[in-house]
């Protein structure tokens, strides 16, 4: 899809503001459900979950107000991407201190399958993200590649510190024994979210691309029918070379009779003639 066109332009802003649409809701549902455990024990997880749910309905609001260029609505879509999943990463740590606690973890092999379970919940959540995001913007494979890629940093970067009992966050120790394997497990997973959200955006784009050039006739590709006849209908245009909105008036199937067919041609011939400068 081309976004330097308006058409490309309009369809890029239509669908980030659908993403943060979705990501609203899913996380307005996921504040709903915070909020009937927080009636019986208030947490801070609770007021995350409320954040982050104003987080994606401000990029919500800013994606569909007015007409935003290709490059603003590509920074919200990564940027308020990366914000999300680096903070949820980071609020990720504090999870597993909540975990071991609520169900009396206390042996360190115990606190390491914790600390993996939580782990690995976030990197299947925020993939899910990723792929929804595959699926609604319309993105290049490899610039969704790169966009996953970016946005799995911090997910994986998130289980080399752990929370130290104070609310602080401090590295890992070497002989903790989640090296290698829990940030290695995490990458894993997130090569698989990556390949699969690439391959989202390639049957994708293939279809859109396809889709564009069905809609090719001649050096013209159609845009979207503004009216209709007897006969015809006629189709806002644009000009493959020239670039500029043309009005494409094509002949039905079932009136393709040969004295239609010299009515058509007549018409389009008399219209030629015309010189004014209020025809198009």
Known sequence: MNHTTEEGRALL????????KVMFFNTLLSSGLGALGAIVKPGWEFV???????????????SARGERSAVVLRSFEVGGLLLNLTAGALVGR????EFAAKHGVISPDGLLMADGYVSMLHVAGFGLWLAVRAALIPSAPRFTILVTLVCGIPLVACNVVVPNGHRALVL??????????????????WVFVIVTCAVISWVIWGLRAEVREARR????????????????????????????????????????????????????????????????
């Open 48 to 62: 995350f979950a409320l954040a982050q749910t104003a987080q994606t309905g401000l990029f919500w609001w800013l």
């Open 13 to 20: 802003q239509d669908r980030v503001a659908l993403f943060w």
């Open 217 to 280: 006739l001649g050096q013209y590709v159609l845009e979207k029918k503004i009216g209709e006849g007897g006969m015809g209908e006629v189709y806002r245009a644009r000009h493959g070379m020239m670039r500029r909105p043309s009005a494409l008036k094509l002949l039905r199937g079932d009136s393709a009779t040969a004295d239609r067919l010299q009515r058509f041609e007549r018409e389009v011939q008399l219209t030629a003639r015309l010189t004014h400068p209020n025809t198009i």
């Open 94 to 97: 504090f999870v597993v201190s």
């Open 172 to 189: 890992r120790a070497a002989d903790s024994g989640a090296y290698p394997w829990l940030p290695m497990t995490a990458a894993l997973v």
